[in-house]
């Protein structure tokens, strides 16, 4: 919901960047490429666990 939403908001090249649960990195990932983001990334925390993940919103546009 949050990445389809987000689309509404974000300028082509526009970042979307949402904290997560420990286990949620992969879900996540998979659902912004889904929704027809690029540049994927999930980042650890401090103690290393799965915490945020980052993607880049191409536009309506873009080749998925």
Same mark, same amino acid.
């Given at each position: 919901? /949050?990445?389809?939403?987000?689309?509404?908001? /974000?300028?082509?090249?526009?970042? /979307?960047?949402? +904290? *997560?649960?420990?286990?949620? @990195? +992969?879900?996540?990932?998979? *659902?912004?490429?889904?929704? @027809?983001?690029? +540049? *994927?990334?999930? /980042?650890?925390?401090? +103690?290393?666990?799965?915490?945020?993940?980052?993607?880049?919103?191409? @536009?309506?546009?873009?080749?998925?």
């Amino acid at each position: 919901l /949050l990445g389809a939403q987000a689309q509404q908001y /974000l300028k082509p090249r526009g970042r /979307l960047i949402v +904290e *997560i649960g420990f286990d949620q @990195g +992969e879900p996540v990932q998979e *659902i912004f490429h889904d929704g @027809g983001f690029t +540049e *994927i990334q999930c /980042l650890p925390d401090m +103690e290393g666990r799965a915490r945020v993940v980052s993607a880049v919103w191409q @536009g309506d546009n873009a080749a998925v």
